[in-house]
């Protein structure tokens, strides 16, 4: 007998399990490091630019396929392009998102530690220097990021095979409201601590002679990281999307909540930064180091605040990478479950295992074995690099060349997108040129450029 395909019970439900993917430690954790490597406001704007040309219309299209095909990302193409090679562009997306978990997982076992460390009260007191070192004593030593990241591989676990409904849906509708209340008030605080200005002006002005190709790759790249584009993602939930479901207002939710809580996190960890003089190209530590110090700073006369508010943030940042981590799992789990014909726990025990093994490695080689690179870049930042600024952007055009030229646009384009009803013509320009022009060209320009080729 055929089981009958999960489903998001509720259209609050749709849009706050897309968001709570989109949403995680690519606002918090990369959004600001890479801003602040790329120089900034004007890093800022390209990003911004590059959701709203080519990151929308990429959502638009892993919703259309993801839900027309009802099927995990690699099957989708495979049942809307039979026999034809378009199939290995959900096999990319598979791969990619599974290298991605295994490196993101490592990060997300960090916001555990400081959950911990805030629990046990162990921040109270301490200066700029402490959060420096205890940062890279902790992400360099060998057992604790393991222990958390397998911790946390189990949490992810934990929900997916609780299924979607119950697992992916419930947890998002909680964590999601919570953090983004938190992040505001926290922002208003950032703001007014003494120097706060600088940080506020590294955001808003921008310096346009720091764009470099290099800046440009890395801001279309954090869109597609951020906007969970480019792997199927979003393409695998919208398989449980309803046909009610609005999908290009879905997106659009999506894509505001997401940009709107990576500028509030900009907001939040810049002012912070320059208020403390830490430089803002400070790389992957800049979040855990910057932030306790801002609940040290701004609560330093009440003490139980600054417990409070450090403790919260962290459970929050550690949810709101959990949302993701599941996002990322369901991807892999739904594929071999369905392709390979395993039960859905058995295909998520092999997605865990893997993950936790790989992860090992990922974290292992920020410490002890940080001499074993590989173009410079040590297994952890080579993921990142590979999947940020090659493979999401490839994914990400194969895709967008898939629904602008290959999609039936009578057939299946235009009622997907119009869920039966109506669209706005503009709105159907707009989506068919980005898709067949803007995003290919742009993001080809920008890596033939990017790689030394043009
Ligand atoms: N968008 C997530 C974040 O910002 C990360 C992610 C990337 C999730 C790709 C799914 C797919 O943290």
């Known amino acids: 007998m055929k089981q009958q395909r999960a489903k998001f019970g509720s259209k ?14 690519g606002n918090v954790w990369r959004f600001p490091y890479e801003a602040g490597n790329n120089g900034g406001a004007a890093f800022i704007i390209i990003y911004l630019i590059s959701v709203v040309l080519i990151g929308m219309p990429i959502i638009i299209s892993e919703f259309m396929i993801g839900r027309r095909s009802k099927s995990n990302t690699a099957g989708a193409y495979k049942k809307l392009a039979p026999h034809t090679p378009w199939k290995w562009v959900g096999r990319l997306g598979v791969l990619t998102g599974f290298l991605i978990l295994c490196y993101y997982v490592v990060v997300a076992g960090w916001t555990l530690e400081y959950v911990y460390q805030s629990l046990i009260d162990s921040f109270h007191g301490q200066d700029k220097d402490f959060f420096v070192n205890q940062f890279a004593t902790f992400s360099q030593s060998i057992f604790r990021p393991i222990l958390w990241l397998v911790l946390f591989m189990l ?6 095979v ?14 999601m409201p919570l953090l983004f209340i938190l992040i505001i008030v926290l922002v208003g605080f950032s703001v007014s601590l003494p120097g706060a200005q600088a940080g506020i002006d590294f955001l808003i002005k921008p ?11 890395s801001a279309v790249g954090q869109a597609f990281f951020s906007l969970s584009i480019g792997m199927g993602c979003l393409c695998t939930y919208a398989s449980y999307f309803s046909k009610e479901t609005k999908l290009g207002r879905t ?6 909540i997401d940009t709107f809580i990576a500028i509030l996190a900009g907001f939040l960890i810049f002012p912070a930064a320059f208020s403390v003089g830490i430089a803002p190209g400070a790389g992957p530590s800049l979040v855990f180091v910057t932030l306790p ?24 940042l ?11 799992h369901e991807v892999i789990t739904a594929y071999i479950h369905e392709e390979f014909h395993y039960g859905r726990k058995q295909a998520a025990r092999i997605v865990t295992t893997t993950c936790i093994v790989v992860g090992t490695f990922c974290s292992l080689s920020l410490g002890p074995w ?17 999947t940020a600024k090659i493979l999401l952007p490839v994914g990400g055009v194969l895709i967008s060349i898939f629904a602008g030229w290959y999609l039936d646009k009578k057939g299946i384009f235009l009622e997907e997108i119009s869920t039966g009803g109506a669209i706005r013509p503009w709105l159907y320009k707009f989506l068919i040129i980005s898709l067949r022009y803007i995003a290919p060209i742009a993001i080809f320009l920008v890596f033939l450029n990017q790689f030394g080729i043009f």
């Open 12 to 25: 609050l439900g749709v849009i706050l399990a897309s968001a709570g993917s989109a949403v995680g430690l």
């Open 155 to 160: 949490l992810t676990h934990f929900i997916i």
């Open 162 to 175: 609780r299924g979607v409904e119950k697992g992916i849906e419930e947890s998002s509708k909680i964590m």
């Open 207 to 217: 310096d346009w002679g720091k764009v470099t190709p290099k800046v440009i790759l």
């Open 251 to 256: 997106a659009i939710s999506v894509g505001l």
């Open 293 to 316: 110090n801002v609940f040290e700073h701004a609560f330093g006369g009440v003490p139980v605040l600054a417990y409070l508010f450090s403790l919260l943030f962290y459970i929050l």
């Open 318 to 328: 550690a949810m709101a990478a959990l949302t993701s981590t599941i996002s990322i």
């Open 370 to 386: 940080q001499q074993y690179t590989l173009f410079d870049l040590d297994l952890f930042s080579l993921f990142d690099f590979v």
